[in-house]
Structure formats: structure tokens, C-alpha cells
């Protein structure tokens, strides 16, 4: 299994399998025009490819859309990221997929409104990855200027290939990751959904 192979393999095999996902590798290069501070494709359109790959199905099938994050904290009005966010809507035009791209910088500012608890500043785009409801969806990829792949996944990737989706009671509420793993319990029924603690952490 893809999940017992050493991280380096683990590594390999990842990006082999994110390759055979045109629709993401034209998002990453596409992204990669935008010159955006930070920036990661990241969450589904990730451990989705990753569970078509395993569950023997295309690698599109079941990608609700493609998120790209970036931090930008110079100027935190909505004017400026719907600027960003309208640039790349000129870059994905032809792209038959949603692309959301999204400045982390600003998440504090709707979070308590939306999910009803509290979200301090994020200072990077990682740290915005790493509050994901599962630490499964703790995943960003993202080409360098000289066109290496860099690959943050605070977690690793054995639950990604073992189909296992792990609560992170970090930041989002318990009905967030039990409403999302359900829907992707219903579309991938091979997965594992582990329980949200008892007791998670203040």
C-alpha cells in the first residue's frame, strides 16, 4: 500500500498521482502566473485525486472545485483580494473546473460570522493549512519560481493513501468536520471517518 511506503516514496507517488489530474495541473501552472504571495493549491482537489488514484476512479470524479490559498496582510480590504480574485478568473476562463482562490490574511476578519467561533490572524498560508477541519485536508502544493513542486503536509500523507480521514479540533467545529466527512463518506464509501474527540484540545 501507497501508505507504508517510506515519506520520500510517499512523496514520489504523490506527485505522480496529482500529475495525472490535468484539470489540477493546469490550476497549478496557471497559479503559478499570478505571482501570488505564498500561494498553495490546496484541501480537495489534493486527497480527492489522491482517493480516485486508489479507489480505481478518474482522477476529476467527485472534485466539487480547486482552492488556492495565498497571504497577503499589506492591505486586508475585500477590494484588493476581489482584484486577485478577478485576475484569476481571467487566467481560468477556459478551465472547466471552479477555481477559489482565497487571502488567508483576511480569514479572521468573516470566520466567527460564518462557523460562530472566534479565528485568530493567520501569519502564513500554512498556518490557515494547518487549521483545516481533518488534518487529512492539511495539504498545499505549489510550483517554485524554477519550477520544483513544494509540498507542505504538516501530517504526512499515510492517511491521504489509506483512505483515513482524521478529525483536527484545532479551529472548526465538530458539526463542520462531521458535515464535511460525511459528504465524503457518501462519495467515497471506502473511507475510514474517525470520531470527533471526546475532550479536544482548548
Known amino acids: 500500500m501507497l501508505g507504508r ?9 504523490f506527485r505522480s498521482v496529482l500529475c495525472r ?3 489540477l495541473t493546469e490550476v497549478l501552472t496557471g497559479t503559478a502566473t499570478l505571482d501570488l504571495p505564498g500561494w498553495y493549491v ?11 488514484e486508489v479507489t480505481g476512479r478518474p482522477p476529476t470524479e467527485g472534485i466539487r472545485d480547486y482552492d488556492v490559498f495565498y ?16 485576475k484569476g478568473q481571467e487566467v481560468f476562463a477556459g478551465l472547466r473546473a471552479e477555481v477559489e482562490i482565497r487571502n488567508e490574511a483576511r480569514v479572521h476578519l468573516w470566520y466567527e460570522q460564518k462557523f460562530n467561533v472566534p479565528c485568530p490572524p493567520f ?11 481533518a488534518t487529512t485536508c492539511c495539504l ?9 513542486w513544494r509540498v507542505y503536509a504538516p501530517h504526512g500523507l499515510s492517511d491521504v493513501f489509506n483512505l483515513v480521514v482524521r478529525p483536527n ?6 458539526e463542520v468536520y462531521e458535515a464535511k466527512s ?14 470527533w474527540p471526546a475532550d479536544p484540545p482548548a
Open 71 to 86: 497571504f497577503d496582510d499589506t492591505d486586508l480590504s475585500w477590494e484588493a483580494e476581489d482584484t486577485v480574485i478577478r
Open 140 to 148: 498545499g502544493v505549489r510550483l517554485d519560481p524554477d519550477g520544483q
Open 123 to 133: 501569519d502564513s498560508t500554512e498556518s490557515a493549512i494547518d487549521r483545516f477541519a
Open 21 to 23: 489530474n490535468e484539470t
Open 42 to 52: 490546496t484541501a480537495g482537489c489534493l486527497f480527492q485525486t489522491v482517493w480516485n
Open 169 to 174: 479540533p484545532v479551529l472548526a467545529p465538530r
Open 5 to 13: 511506503l517510506p515519506l520520500a516514496e510517499q512523496l514520489d507517488a
Open 182 to 195: 460525511a459528504r465524503w463518506k457518501g462519495e467515497w464509501p471506502q473511507l475510514t471517518v474517525l470520531p
